[in-house]
């Protein structure tokens, strides 16, 4: 059974079958549910923060 997982960029869910997992160099993983948000994080290197269309908009970090 697929289990799911949780968009990195969006905040989606989206099932493990689906989207696409991303390594970075420092070996931590990186789930995202479509190319949008992965070239949004990826390439562009956007803060999902200040995308309107994303579940973290307008969050700040805990320590602050």
Same mark, same amino acid.
């Given at each position: &059974?697929?289990?799911t997982l949780k968009c990195s960029f969006? $905040?989606?869910s989206f099932l493990? =079958? =689906? $989207?696409m997992m991303h390594v970075k160099n420092d070996g931590t993983l990186v789930y995202f549910c479509?190319?949008?948000c992965r070239v949004s994080s990826?390439? &562009?290197k956007r803060d999902s923060r200040k &995308?309107?269309?994303t579940a973290y908009y $307008?969050?700040?970090e805990k320590g602050r």
């Open positions: &059974m697929p289990r969006c $905040g989606k493990n =079958t =689906t $989207g479509s190319r949008r990826v390439t &562009m &995308m309107k269309w $307008g969050k700040r």
